[in-house]
């Protein structure tokens, strides 16, 4: 039976070293059939995301340490955040996911047009979750709470307030903050790629190239996209809703 | 594995792999629509629940929904229920290094004590 396959597949190989007599054009010479290109793409865009779970994962671990050696600081620090903001962003990333699942849809469809449209949604839901993003940061270094750059907790009564009776200080909420922008940041630079990459899909399903079985690339990028919406599915309960969240602002009511 | 062999060694590109569409994953659309409104439900509840001070039980409760959210756009979005087995084993593989370094990690600094920080 293995060897069987072994000849079999070495003469593929001859068969089709010269230019895939047999197979369509978007098959790569080095490969034997679509099928075994499919398998091989698709194990190399796993391991890819398996680099990229690596890479947010030092971060999630990173935040996983300081909370549990400041709790009251990351309890404190999450209250400054707008959670009617985030929710809007799970939500618009969350449809977008589904946007994007349409888009593979249409594209094995062999719909160029659905496709197109698909994936400009995608496209749109991804820059109102950058838009939003860019608000909140904005509000976040108005209200003097992004280390480095405007950072000036210690010079807020409110702040100082929040901190009494508690074994914290600034420095520690600054902590919460440097993990927010790293995470939402190193999150953000992915959904710009993302962007892009949708931008340059669109184009190219504009001009059909994914169809007659070409779709697996609308696959691939789907796979990133969903990927980075996972991402945001973690960061989102522990960046926001650490616990006990009060509508109207700074509670900070920690016991 | 037979019915790979089959398309592999026959010459003709025959049935159902004439268009090339067989070869990707077709799931009915339905499908999307429902994992879509079961991970809003989900948002909703992780919400509600944030509202309430729950103390330790607010941690688990939001990362018990987050896991189900991310399984559902990973079995659904992903196709991972659709694929391949060898394709499961390298999902799962970034899964297991990412415990192994948690596990171990915070087990070292959960067995002994906080490291002492500057302005502590």
Redesign the interface.
């Given at each position: 039976m293995a060897s069987e396959t072994v000849t079999a597949g070495q003469h593929a190989v001859a068969e089709h070293a010269a230019d895939h007599p047999h197979g369509p054009a978007y098959l790569h010479h080095h490969f034997d059939d679509v099928e075994q290109q499919r398998e091989c793409t698709s194990l190399g865009m796993w391991s890819f995301l398996a680099t990229e779970i690596m890479m947010f994962g030092g971060l999630f671990f990173v935040y996983s340490l300081y909370r549990w050696l400041y709790p009251d600081a990351f309890h404190i620090g999450s209250h400054h955040l707008n959670i009617t903001l985030g929710t809007g962003n799970t939500f618009v990333l969350l449809f977008s996911s589904l946007t994007m699942a349409m888009a593979v849809h249409f594209a094995t469809e062999n719909n160029p047009r659905m496709t197109v449209i698909c994936l400009g949604l995608t496209w749109i839901l991804g820059a109102a979750f950058i838009g939003i993003k860019a608000v909140e940061w904005t509000t976040d270094y108005r209200e003097g709470l992004v280390p480095g750059l405007n950072w000036t907790y210690y010079n807020h009564e409110e702040g100082l307030r929040e901190l009494a009776n508690k074994p914290i200080g600034p420095q520690h909420v600054m902590m919460y903050f440097v993990i927010y922008f790293s995470m939402t940041g190193l999150h953000a630079i992915h959904m710009i790629i993302g962007l892009i990459l949708v931008g340059v899909f669109m184009r190219y399903a504009a001009k059909g190239q994914f169809n007659g079985g070409n779709d697996q690339p609308v696959e691939l990028m789907g796979l990133y996209w969903h990927f980075v919406d996972i991402v945001w599915v973690f960061l989102f309960p522990l960046l926001y809703l650490i616990a006990g969240f009060h509508p109207g602002g700074l509670g900070g009511g920690a016991p | 594995m037979a019915a790979?062999?089959a398309?592999?060694?026959g010459?003709g590109?025959d049935h159902s792999?004439a268009?090339?569409?067989a070869?990707?994953?077709?799931?009915p659309?339905r499908v999307?629509?429902w994992?879509?409104a079961a991970?809003?439900v989900l948002?909703v509840i992780?919400?509600f629940?944030?509202?309430?001070?729950?103390?330790e039980w607010?941690?688990f409760i939001?990362?018990t929904?987050?896991v189900i959210?991310?399984l559902l756009?990973?079995l659904?979005?992903?196709?991972l229920a659709y694929?391949?087995r060898?394709?499961r084993v390298?999902?799962g593989?970034?899964?297991f290094?990412?415990i192994i370094?948690?596990v171990l990690?915070?087990g070292d600094?959960?067995a002994r004590q906080?490291p002492s920080?500057p302005?502590?």
């Open positions: - | 790979h062999d398309t592999h060694h010459h590109h792999h268009h090339g569409e070869y990707a994953v077709h799931v659309t999307y629509y994992n879509f991970l809003m948002l992780t919400l629940a944030a509202y309430f001070d729950l103390g607010n941690l939001a990362m929904i987050a959210k991310a756009i990973v659904f979005f992903m196709h694929s391949t060898l394709v390298f999902a593989a970034a899964l290094w990412l370094m948690f990690t915070l600094y959960f906080a920080m302005g502590h």
